[in-house]
């Protein structure tokens, strides 16, 4: 799977690889992001009382990333909260979309 990844002046493409699945669990994969290194990505899904929680821990595995913890988890909190918040989004888009269709059936 192509990429594109970095800050918006650093943006890089590259592929990440499917490592281990575990149907509706588990996904890991090696993304590559040359040239600041590769990292181990890991996606769980747990059922929880209102849906589903997902859970992504990101590792770093090679290259400068492996060599500047701080700055790359900093990156990593800051690209991961704008994901979560898009992620939000559109959630909230769906279960409004879905609203809206029940609400039209009912007429």
């Known amino acids: 799977m192509h990429h594109r990844f970095g800050l918006p002046l650093l943006r890089a493409a590259d592929f990440t690889t499917v490592v ?3 149907p509706c669990s588990r996904l890991v ?3 590559r992001a040359r040239p600041y290194g590769q990292v181990k990505v890991e ?3 747990d059922t929880v009382a209102r849906g589903t929680l997902i859970t992504i821990r990101e590792l770093p595995r090679a ?3 492996v ?3 701080r700055v790359a988890r900093a990156i990593q909190r800051w690209r991961n909260q704008r994901s979560a918040d898009s992620l939000a989004r559109l959630a909230m888009r769906a279960a409004q979309r879905d609203s809206d269709r029940q609400g039209d059936g009912a007429r």
Request: net charge neutral; proline share 13%; charged share 15%.
């Open 67 to 69: 060599r500047l913890p």
């Open 43 to 45: 996606v769980t899904l």
């Open 29 to 31: 994969l090696a993304a």
């Open 63 to 65: 290259g400068p990333v």
């Open 20 to 22: 281990e699945v575990q």
